[in-house]
């Protein structure tokens, strides 16, 4: 059963950055692709970004392109999300997810575990 722990969400200006982290246990995750997504309260949790298992895929939402970069570190079985000129509109609580699939992928459904999610404010 693979764990997922999410971790630095807080409260920030906006046009600030923050780093969310994600660290697996319980099962490798280097063969997965792993994702972010994040979600308000009376809406759908949506897709943020995803990288492939060996890091050279990644994908994004157009709402953060340019502003947020995905990352991995095998060694560490890790997953980041550095946030950086974020906006109100940022603010969600935000879930790291593992895919059952290898290549990046943008499809909730194909996510099969996922963490308890960690809260990010932006103030404007």
């Known amino acids: 059963q693979v764990r997922l722990v999410e971790s630095g969400g807080g409260l920030v200006q906006a046009g600030e950055s923050l780093r969310l982290s994600c660290a697996a246990s319980?099962?490798?995750?280097?063969?997965?692709?792993m994702g972010w997504f994040r979600q308000v309260p009376g809406k759908e949790r949506e897709f943020v970004a995803v990288?492939?298992?060996?890091?050279?895929?990644?994908a994004y939402t157009d709402s953060v392109k340019g502003r947020f970069t995905i990352s991995r570190d095998n060694a560490k079985n890790t997953v980041y999300l550095q946030m950086n000129s974020l906006k109100p509109e940022d603010t969600a609580v935000y879930y790291c997810?593992?895919?059952?699939?290898?290549?990046?992928?943008?499809?909730?459904?194909?996510?099969?575990?996922w963490g308890q999610g960690t809260q990010v404010t932006v103030s404007s």
């Open positions: 997810g593992r895919s059952y699939r290898a290549v990046a992928t943008t499809k909730r459904y194909e996510f099969d575990n």
């Open positions: 990288v492939s298992w060996s890091g050279d895929n990644t």
């Open positions: 319980g099962y490798t995750v280097r063969t997965s692709a």
